[in-house]
């Protein structure tokens, strides 16, 4: 059973990583109309091989699977499991949310706002939400998974709870 839930890569890592692909796109498709292909075939190879991987890292997701009553925190790729990780819960009693942000972190070292009044703000932060194990005896926790959507988090806790001996103590966040 396994259930997907939102892409892999963050929104500053999915820009560089079209960047990225648009740049080697544009180099192979350009050795290949002006450069004999004999001549940097090998070239020409790495760069497709390069480009297949760029596009396969663009279309992953991150996930949960359960496989013989054990939870796994899984990457997929078109719906096919690429990588697994054992989540092991048998420690914890109950899943609990965290909300926080992420941010790309552009801010200065140094606080001298009269020098910078011209300079646009770069930071770009969303509201995430981080999925933890709480242990109830010693307090304890261990983090699961972050999502970023708040529908996608409800779908999670509740695959969670179906699949595991896991209970919720938080509220789950309102769509």
Known sequence: MKIILEKKLDFKQFQ????????????FLG???SVDFKSYYTIEIILLVLNFIFIAILCTKK?????????????????????KTLIETSNFQHVSIRQGKLS?????????????????????????????MIDENKGNGKKMLTLTKADKVKLAIDFI???TNLTTTDHLPAC
């Open 16 to 27: 560089n990583l079209i960047i990225l692909t648009f740049i080697t796109v544009m180099v």
């Open 31 to 33: 050795m290949l109309n």
């Open 63 to 83: 996930g949960l699977s359960i496989e013989n009553k054990r939870l796994y925190n899984t990457i997929f790729l078109f719906g096919f499991r690429l990588r």
């Open 104 to 132: 790309t972190n552009y801010a200065y070292s140094y606080n001298t706002k009269e020098s910078r009044n011209w300079e646009p703000d770069l930071n770009y932060s969303i509201t995430s939400f981080t999925l933890l």
């Open 161 to 163: 709870i179906k699949s």
